[in-house]
């Protein structure tokens, strides 16, 4: 990590598309002088690959062992081109996980059978983006190890310097009306957004560290504006910055005039703690964002992920883990897709 603690996006998209690394602890490395001498011992055999009914780390290391690389490769040149990616994918992890599980349905394209999946839903169109990413990602997979490596994983495994389990199954069901009833919008209120996390497993200190994912990327001026929250009588917003979003959004987004503004007027391309910064400076876009200096208990996360250095990085790699694991579907529980986009 960076001596200012903040985590490149092209480091963090790493985490969203490899299937296996290994942390550095920053221990000794063996034959160095500080590591300590241990007695010979005989190599172990090879752990049996992990079984279709669990995840575990390494489940692909058997089936598919480039999986990893050939994830990071696309990953890596998508962010290259497009930071944006990078809070693109991080969202739309957070919008599968949040509905029927993390099973990538929110991948699913319309049909005939079903014209109004997860990812035609208002909290998710258009404002959610890096399917072609998951796309060019999984087509490569396929043809190295076809039909081997979920499109759920894809979307949620991986890992910068820590382990994330895989094994997780594509589902089947996808449904606008779903999405709707589970993710919770920007213009909520503190206890609405913990309600939320809480039916899914997740709690108040989850919701504020995986609030510091609005730290990079952009929201479209409706998420905010038609909340009300440039009313300068009624809004807690700094005032320089409702200004500044004044010029820049229209006064009534609609359809065809919703142009984007970063979320962090700070470092918007880095994946870093100022967000928690900008909480207490009320240089935040959303009313969710502003509601985390409503209790004590919340105020003093902000504070403590603004200020210790590191601290919310960390945290940040166990909620995503933590995240990644709700409601998933494992063994005959779901299927591998051969195309993200459409069950098999």
């Not at 985390?292 to 250095?309: D, E, G, R």
């Not at 995240?323 to 098999?344: D, F």
């Amino acid at each position: 990590m960076a001596a200012n603690n903040k985590l490149p996006v092209v480091a963090l998209l790493l985490l969203l598309g490899a299937v296996t690394c290994r942390a550095d602890y920053g221990y000794p490395v063996p034959g160095s002088a500080g590591y300590p001498r241990q007695p010979q011992t005989p190599t172990p055999s090879p752990s049996p690959p992990p079984s279709a009914g669990v995840l575990a780390v390494g489940f692909y290391d058997s089936t598919c062992p480039s999986a990893e690389e050939i994830v990071r490769g696309v990953v890596v040149r998508a962010v290259t081109q497009n930071p944006g990616v990078g809070a693109g994918l991080i969202r739309m992890l957070f919008h599968d996980c949040f509905v029927e599980g993390c099973d990538a349905s929110v991948l699913l394209d319309p049909t005939t059978a079903n014209p109004q999946p997860e990812k035609l839903s208002p909290p998710n169109f258009p404002s959610l983006r890096g399917f072609e990413v998951v796309d060019a990602a999984k087509a490569a997979l396929e043809a190295a190890c076809p039909r081997t490596v979920s499109c759920a994983d894809v979307l949620s495994g991986g890992r910068v310097s820590f382990a994330m389990p895989a094994g997780r199954r594509d589902g089947r069901v996808s449904l606008s009306s779903e999405a709707l009833r589970f993710l919770p919008p920007p213009s909520f209120n503190l206890s609405q957004p913990a309600a939320s996390f809480a039916a899914k497993g997740l709690g108040v200190g989850d919701l504020v560290v995986l609030s510091g994912a609005h730290t990079i990327g952009v929201s479209h001026c409706s998420s905010f504006v038609n909340g009300g929250r440039l009313n300068a009588s009624t809004s807690d917003m700094n005032p320089a910055l409702a200004a500044s979003l004044r010029q820049q959004c229209p006064a009534s987004p609609n359809a065809t005039d919703d142009p984007t503004v970063v979320q962090d007027v700070v470092t918007p391309n880095a994946l870093d703690s100022q967000y928690y910064k900008n909480v207490l400076a009320r240089n935040v876009l959303f009313t969710s964002d502003d509601e985390l200096l409503k209790s004590s208990q919340t105020a003093a996360a902000v504070v403590l992920n603004a200020f210790v250095p590191g601290l919310w990085e960390h945290k940040f790699k166990a909620a995503m883990v933590k995240m990644a694991n709700i409601q998933v579907k494992t063994g005959t529980n779901g299927e591998i897709r051969r195309n993200c986009r459409a069950v098999n």
